[in-house]
């Protein structure tokens, strides 16, 4: 078992790029979540996934849009890429409210 | 929602106990967690204690709830250098498992 994969570790944007972060995990989990860590401040909900064909808006939403593209990945888009969009971005997933399991993280720099 | 704080640095010597405290707002958080990040890693899940509870001891972890003060605690016994990490505290107040974090609170363990 892989666990939670995230793609690509590390990216570099400049202002106005748009990327896609991909997000898979291999439990058969029904829930995934997308957050995003800075200094200082914890990691915040982007958007999250309670099911297949599902998504709705965390705490931090604006600037992404995300894809619940089947049962295993979840991806969150970057339309045009801001520098207060530098962070590093932690995938999730959970089929349970006792534990969601990490991915590594992708960090991502905006110029 | 729920808001939670942390002490950010926690010095400790290889040996002794390290105290982790946090205070969360949501009086109707159902789950509390205790998670641990290492350096360019996720996060793992270290333990979590339902509401409905006091106290849970997990090996050298002892977590303690005061419901009326909104205070969690984290006791590592024996801290080793291994324990170096960033320690979030986290709360869910719904049965989507959406998580509300703590800034962090960075402990390091010295010799």
């Known amino acids: 078992n892989a666990g939670v994969t995230q793609t690509p570790k590390f990216q570099v944007l400049k202002t106005g790029q748009s990327m896609t972060l991909q997000c898979a995990q291999d439990?058969?989990?029904?829930?995934m979540y997308w957050y995003r860590q800075d200094p200082g401040m914890g990691l915040r909900l982007i958007y999250y996934s309670a099911s297949e064909g599902t998504t709705d808006k965390g705490e931090v939403p604006n600037g992404y849009n995300v894809s619940r593209l089947n049962k295993r990945e979840f991806s969150l888009r970057l339309e045009s890429a801001a520098p207060s969009q530098t962070s590093v971005y932690f995938c999730?997933?959970?089929?349970?409210?006792?534990?969601?399991?990490f991915g590594p993280g992708t960090r991502l720099t905006v110029t | 929602g729920e808001d939670v704080e942390q002490s950010l640095f926690l010095s400790v010597r290889e040996g002794d106990s390290s105290v982790i405290n946090c205070t969360y707002t949501?009086?109707?958080?159902?789950?509390l967690y205790w998670y641990k990040q290492e350096p360019g890693a996720g996060l793992q899940l270290l333990t979590y204690?339902?509401?409905?509870?006091d106290m849970k001891q997990d090996q050298r972890l002892t977590v303690l709830l005061n419901k009326k003060d909104k205070h969690l605690s984290l006791r590592i016994a024996d801290t080793q250098t291994g324990d170096s990490a960033i320690y979030f505290c986290a709360g869910s107040t719904d049965s989507w498992g959406k998580l509300q974090f703590g800034a962090g609170t960075q402990v390091v363990v010295t010799p």
């Open positions: 999730a997933s959970t089929d349970t409210t006792y534990e969601q399991y």
């Open positions: 204690i339902f509401s409905n509870m």
């Open positions: 439990m058969n989990h029904n829930s």
């Open positions: 949501d009086s109707s958080s159902t789950y």
